[in-house]
């Protein structure tokens, strides 16, 4: 049995081999022979009991390579002593590092950096507080707040096994946009706790991103620090996930010609992101939206203990229909999936009306199978990145923080947040546009400029810009 040049997983096998007992070449030919492709042999260590021997191996899954480890444990006198994939070594030791800007070499570089000639730049802030944002990192940090209750797809793991995603945020915003944030991972669900934490920690940094926090704790922790702090606040997993839905849907509707104030769009999925998009759509001028939930379609005339689907039914589905899903979605143009895996029917697509456009952006495994839905629509977009047409808030909020913070926001509003979604659909030109293409890349490098000159201006246009106009054309 050979392995194709489809695999795609690396593992790292490491072997403690005792001396004189199965020889190397044995290990790799089993290997081999269950279909593994060695990338490469490392000697760890040696004495005279043994070799500890990392073997890097190209797998096709996870059952393949525990079919590997099986075979590798009956050979006389080797030991697995642990199996790593890429990307479990990817996080060894943490994705991040801080970084001194300035080296310490000498006495007087000492006694600038620190005591005693740090005590004058103290003594600066403490007569000025904006010099802070000349004089120490707060003129480019961002806090990534969590409290592990909404994790991806896993839910409240705490925070502890949250650190990994803030983590990799944490990069997303250094790589994209030279923002530097820090993750914060709170040991705490209290939602009052929560505000006077976040407070306590706001004088460090330049902006607050809150990030998986479950609905609908998330709401009033984001309204409140909003309130109470003079820094941008901004909840990714509602805001950006609206902001990159809107650019999408921008370009979706040039390619079948309606008009947004014409559409009629069901949302299915109302938490945090779900209120979230609904708004925004209903900001960029859609006036007929209904939500969807278990319970079916939201309306007025129904009695909700959640008090944001109480204010959410009194703005959307104007027309009061009622039903499930399948009964509302009847001649609707815009399908918004933010829910769960395989909801929406293949019928149900083929009952909206002419060109329909279809959002399934559940992670992994979106609302409707691609290849289902592709024969009956128009445009077909997902949060998955193995497909056409991703929907991904790396499209947003390196872009928007760059932004806010270069003109100094005291927060994010949401002539910010349309402006930030107009400009990344504006990279798609009319040349460039069709069925499949609808939404840059993210690794497109005209995004984060964009994004940033945009939110910009409409903080300008809006007056929430704290800083010269001049000066912020200079980050």
């Given at each position: 049995?050979?392995?194709?040049?489809?695999?795609?997983?690396?593992?790292?096998?490491?072997?403690?081999?005792?001396?004189?007992?199965?020889?190397?070449?044995?290990?790799?030919?089993?290997?081999?022979?269950?279909?593994?492709?060695?990338?490469?042999?490392?000697?760890?260590?040696?004495?005279?009991?043994?070799?500890?021997?990392?073997i890097?191996?190209?797998?096709?899954?996870?059952?393949?390579?525990?079919?590997?480890?099986?075979?590798?444990?009956?050979?006389?006198g080797?030991?697995?002593?642990?199996?790593?994939?890429?990307?479990?070594?990817?996080?060894?030791?943490?994705?991040?590092?801080?970084?001194?800007?300035?080296?310490?070499?000498?006495?007087d570089?000492?006694?600038?950096?620190?005591?005693p000639?740090?005590?004058?730049?103290?003594?600066?802030?403490?007569?000025?507080?904006?010099k802070?944002?000349?004089l120490?990192?707060?003129?480019?940090?961002?806090?990534?707040?969590t409290?592990?209750?909404?994790?991806?797809?896993?839910?409240?793991?705490?925070p502890?096994?949250?650190?990994p995603?803030?983590?990799?945020?944490?990069?997303l915003?250094?790589?994209?946009?030279?923002?530097?944030?820090?993750?914060?991972?709170?040991?705490?669900?209290?939602?009052?706790?929560?505000?006077?934490?976040?407070?306590?920690?706001?004088?460090?940094?330049?902006?607050?991103?809150?990030?998986?926090?479950?609905?609908?704790r998330?709401?009033?922790?984001?309204?409140?620090?909003k309130?109470?702090?003079?820094?941008?606040?901004f909840?990714?997993?509602q805001?950006?996930?609206?902001?990159?839905?809107?650019?999408?849907?921008?370009?979706?509707?040039?390619?079948?010609?309606?008009?947004?104030?014409?559409?009629?769009?069901?949302?299915?999925?109302?938490?945090?992101a779900?209120?979230?998009?609904?708004?925004?759509?209903?900001?960029a001028?859609?006036?007929?939206?209904?939500?969807?939930?278990?319970n079916?379609?939201?309306?007025?005339n129904?009695?909700?203990?959640?008090?944001?689907?109480?204010?959410?039914?009194?703005?959307?589905n104007?027309n009061?229909?009622?039903?499930?899903?399948?009964?509302?979605?009847k001649?609707?143009?815009?399908?918004?999936?933010?829910?769960?895996p395989?909801?929406?029917?293949?019928?149900?697509?083929?009952?909206?009306?002419?060109?329909?456009?279809?959002?399934?952006?559940?992670?992994?495994?979106?609302?409707?199978?691609?290849?289902?839905?592709?024969?009956?629509?128009?445009?077909?977009?997902?949060?998955?990145?193995?497909?056409?047409?991703?929907?991904?808030?790396?499209?947003?909020?390196?872009?928007?923080?760059?932004?806010?913070?270069?003109?100094?926001?005291?927060?994010?509003?949401?002539?910010m947040?349309?402006?930030?979604?107009?400009?990344?659909?504006s990279?798609?030109?009319?040349?460039?546009?069709s069925?499949?293409?609808?939404?840059?890349?993210?690794?497109?490098?005209?995004?984060?400029?964009?994004?940033?000159?945009?939110?910009?201006?409409a903080?300008?246009?809006?007056?929430?810009?704290?800083k010269?106009?001049?000066?912020?054309s200079?980050?």
């Open positions: 049995m050979s392995v194709s040049s489809g695999a795609s997983t690396y593992m790292l096998f490491r072997i403690q081999k005792e001396k004189g007992r199965t020889p190397l070449s044995d290990i790799a030919a089993i290997i081999e022979k269950t279909g593994g492709d060695i990338v490469g042999i490392d000697v760890i260590s040696s004495d005279h009991t043994g070799t500890i021997h990392d890097a191996v190209n797998v096709f899954d996870q059952a393949h390579s525990q079919l590997i480890s099986e075979s590798l444990q009956k050979l006389d080797v030991k697995i002593i642990h199996v790593s994939d890429r990307t479990f070594l990817a996080h060894l030791g943490g994705k991040i590092e801080i970084a001194s800007k300035i080296s310490v070499k000498n006495r570089d000492l006694s600038r950096v620190y005591t000639g740090v005590a004058g730049i103290c003594t600066a802030i403490a007569e000025q507080p904006s802070a944002y000349s120490t990192i707060k003129r480019n940090t961002i806090a990534v707040v409290d592990g209750t909404a994790v991806l797809g896993l839910g409240d793991i705490g502890l096994a949250a650190m995603v803030m983590e990799g945020k944490a990069m915003f250094k790589q994209f946009a030279d923002v530097d944030a820090f993750p914060i991972c709170l040991d705490m669900k209290d939602p009052d706790e929560m505000v006077r934490t976040i407070k306590a920690l706001a004088p460090a940094f330049g902006g607050i991103n809150l990030e998986d926090i479950s609905a609908p998330c709401f009033e922790i984001e309204e409140r620090l309130r109470e702090l003079d820094i941008p606040v909840h990714d997993d805001h950006g996930t609206a902001v990159a839905l809107l650019a999408g849907l921008l370009n979706a509707l040039k390619i079948t010609g309606k008009q947004m104030s014409e559409i009629k769009v069901v949302v299915n999925g109302i938490g945090a779900g209120i979230a998009c609904s708004k925004m759509l209903l900001s001028g859609v006036k007929n939206l209904i939500g969807v939930d278990r079916g379609a939201l309306h007025r129904a009695h909700y203990d959640n008090p944001y689907w109480t204010e959410f039914a009194q703005i959307t104007p009061v229909e009622t039903g499930n899903l399948s009964e509302v979605i001649n609707a143009d815009v399908f918004i999936g933010v829910s769960a395989n909801i929406l029917k293949v019928d149900d697509v083929r009952s909206m009306a002419k060109d329909p456009i279809v959002f399934a952006m559940a992670n992994p495994i979106p609302e409707i199978d691609p290849e289902l839905a592709k024969p009956y629509v128009k445009v077909l977009a997902t949060g998955r990145s193995d497909g056409h047409n991703q929907i991904n808030n790396v499209l947003c909020f390196p872009g928007i923080f760059r932004g806010a913070l270069d003109c100094r926001a005291s927060e994010i509003n949401e002539a947040k349309l402006a930030a979604a107009q400009a990344i659909a990279v798609v030109t009319d040349d460039e546009l069925e499949t293409y609808i939404i840059p890349s993210v690794f497109n490098q005209e995004v984060v400029k964009k994004v940033r000159d945009a939110v910009i201006e903080a300008y246009r809006t007056g929430v810009a704290q010269s106009m001049r000066d912020a200079y980050g």
